[in-house]
């Protein structure tokens, strides 16, 4: 492109001005150029040289590792419903309903903190099989999360502001033998939806959100053992195993094309509890868990240029305590409350609270 041209004979000169300059194009590429002299000085012509990825777009990558994230939380509070729903000691159809409500930060690249709800209400059974105790439940879960992004562009900064919301259904069933073993999984699928506003600016100081919309599929399997230690102290030793699959989503913000890959979510969780006054009409318990992330990988393209990874993977750990309450030895309800703390690839803590009707 010619910036400037020139009729003098004399020309122009280069001095006191910058000979490289960077563009923008969209929000999600800038572009680099040298300006030069050309035709024997007449015309001052700026060379576009190449373009890279804008930074600003890395918060997009950041809010789909979250978003996978959020996700899998629902997992966690498919077998926590599951060990309640198991730990009554009482036969029959049930109702149950349960909350789970967290703050947390995961240390993908910004290091997002998310605030998010989750719920789930479904019907099960709890029933005598030849050597130990059958408990089944189908489901309906929701989730919903918010945060804030802090981004910049043109030596500008700004805030935006982001939302999740997950919705989708199950079934679960463990089996409890007579000798401590038990052994557990669930199934279940929904759709995730994403959205952020104020999140990009283009060169023209105009700000843009987006929205995304996948699918997710996950399913768990665990076994575990409860020792007696005492007349009312028991000790659970389990290890659980957690797979999700998040499908990919494409849009376009001003122009510009974004495309998310799939996100596959292994994780390994590995704990013990112990129980006291398990069959007392109030009982406590305390615990803690290691767990490791093997994948959680979130690739994403703008216009056609790789963003950087941001990956869920690494360690977490976790220590939790609770109570759980039936009011009385022929009262239907039975109540569960658990509080629990993160530190490592997750930190933050969560708060869960179920309760359940028997027929």
Partial sequence: ?????????????????????????????????????????????????????????????????????????????????????????????????????????????????????????????THKVKDGDLSWGVFYENGTGN??????????????????????????????????????????????????????????????????????????????????LSADRELDVYGKFFHTYTDGDSFDVAGDRFEFDDITSDRLRIGARIRTNPEERVSTYYGLAYEYEFNGDADMRAAGLDAPTQSLQGSTCMAELGLKYQPSETSPWNFDLNVRGYAGEREGGSFHAQVSYLF
């Fill in 147 to 228: 945060y804030r992004t802090y981004n910049s562009f043109n030596n500008e900064f700004f805030r935006g502001d982001g939302s999740l919301l997950y919705n989708g259904g199950g079934a679960a069933v463990r089996y409890n033998r007579d000798n401590g073993w038990y052994y557990e999984g669930s199934l279940r699928a929904g759709t995730l939806k994403s959205d952020m506003d104020n999140a990009l600016m283009d060169g023209e100081g105009n700000h843009y959100g987006c929205s995304s919309e996948s699918n997710y599929y996950g399913a768990h399997i665990g076994v575990g053992k409860v020792f007696s």
């Fill in 1 to 125: 492109m010619t910036i400037i041209k020139s009729n003098v004979d004399t020309g122009l000169s280069m001095d006191n001005v910058e000979s490289s300059a960077v563009f923008s194009q969209g929000v999600a590429k800038l572009g680099t150029g040298e300006l030069s002299l050309t035709d024997a000085t007449n015309n001052l012509v700026y060379t576009v040289t190449g373009f890279s990825r804008n930074p600003q777009v890395d918060v997009i990558a950041s809010n789909r590792a979250v978003a996978a994230a959020f996700v899998n939380q629902g997992t966690d509070l498919v077998s926590d419903s599951l060990d309640t729903l198991s730990h009554d000691g009482r036969y029959g159809t049930k109702t149950f309903a349960a909350v789970y409500g967290n703050r947390s930060k995961y240390d993908v690249n910004s290091d997002l903190k998310i605030n998010g709800w989750s719920t789930i209400v479904g019907v099960g059974n």
